[in-house]
């Protein structure tokens, strides 16, 4: 399972601004797991946001998938 970093997150959200987003994303950490939250003004992108998320992660070898409303869960 890949840890995402505070790194990560703001590569992200420099990724997301190059691409023509406006918000950003937010990375929530407890206990063993991990989750990320993002902006609602993402969700009026130029493209749905979760699969691009999705993406994004893998590519770093993280695996995310949607949790309902604006989150992610990591590393499942």
Same mark, same amino acid.
Do not use: K, Y
């Given at each position: ?16 601004? #190059?691409?023509? *987003? ?7 950490? &407890?206990? /063993?797991?991990?989750? +990320? ?16 998320? #999705?993406?994004? *992660? ?7 998938? &949607?949790? /309902?409303?604006?989150? +992610?869960?990591?590393?499942?």
């Amino acid at each position: 399972m890949a840890v995402i970093t505070t790194f990560d997150v703001v590569d992200c959200n420099r990724a997301l601004a #190059e691409a023509g *987003f406006s918000g950003s994303v937010h990375l929530h950490d &407890a206990c /063993g797991a991990q989750s +990320l939250s993002w902006d609602e003004s993402l969700d009026s992108g130029p493209e749905p946001v979760g699969p691009w998320l #999705e993406r994004f *992660f893998a590519s770093r070898g993280a695996t995310v998938r &949607a949790l /309902g409303g604006r989150r +992610l869960v990591a590393g499942c």
